[in-house]
């Protein structure tokens, strides 16, 4: 078994909807978690990160963490034809990055 | 521009050759690694460096090298050992191993790697 799981897509969804991209764990003690945007042929970019249980909020996007469920989630709302990409979630140990497999998006205008 | 960069974007070898990836950047950064992307697998460690002339093995090690004689250095070998070595190779870099938040790793471009 995967310490991290992610839905591997892909998804597609139109413009203006409301995305839910989730990811499990196995290892409690991971404690730092975050969520990558990766556009197609492009390294991956640090688009949100949080440390406790509950939700962060920047503009669009909501990253949710639940360690009693070893689960995390990020949501987009409003979602635009240019946050096609895939989505990595990612969480510390040891000093290293364990990841998700990644889902691919496509928002279709 | 403070940033990473790697090259080439893409890069095609025969069977049985090594090559060379480069990974430069001007972050001063102490940490860096380089992971392999495969679809529908996410990221991979291959290795990683916290310091210059030190590097540790990460979960996919086998069939490469690499050396940390520069900071601002990491390249990575991928030799004829390497059974399957057609992938996406991205290069990261961090302010130190431990770095987190804001500071948790940044990534260059990649290398498209493809044997023939």
């Known amino acids: 078994q995967k310490e991290v799981e992610q839905d591997p897509g892909p998804l597609s969804v139109p413009e203006g909807a409301i995305v839910s991209l989730n990811c499990t764990y196995s290892n409690s003690a991971f404690q730092y978690f975050m969520w990558y945007r990766q556009y197609s042929r492009k390294g991956p970019e640090l688009l949100m990160y949080?440390?406790?249980?509950g939700n962060k909020e920047d503009g669009r996007f909501t990253a949710q963490v639940d360690k009693s469920s070893k689960y995390i989630s990020l949501f987009i709302r409003d979602s635009q034809p240019s946050d096609s990409a895939t989505y990595l979630c990612?969480?510390?140990?040891?000093?290293?990055?364990?990841f998700g497999q990644g889902t691919e998006l496509s928002v279709k205008p | 521009d403070g940033g990473i960069t790697q090259s080439p974007k893409y890069l095609f070898r025969k069977e049985g050759q090594n090559v060379t990836l480069s990974c430069e950047q001007n972050?001063?950064?102490?940490?860096m690694y380089w992971y392999r992307q495969d679809p529908g697998q996410g990221l991979r460690l291959i290795y990683y460096s916290q310091i210059v002339n030190d590097f540790q093995k990460g979960d996919i090690a086998e069939g490469y090298s690499v050396s940390r004689e520069k900071k601002e250095s990491f390249p990575l070998t991928v030799t004829s050992a390497q059974k399957n070595p057609t992938a996406f190779y991205l290069c990261?870099?961090?302010?130190?191993?431990?770095?987190?938040?804001?500071?948790?790793?940044?990534f260059g471009p990649g290398t498209r790697l493809t044997v023939l």
């Open positions: 949080t440390y406790s249980s």
């Open positions: 972050l001063n950064h102490d940490a």
């Open positions: 990261a870099s961090s302010i130190s191993l431990l770095a987190v938040g804001a500071d948790t790793q940044y």
């Open positions: 990612a969480m510390i140990k040891g000093g290293k990055l364990i």
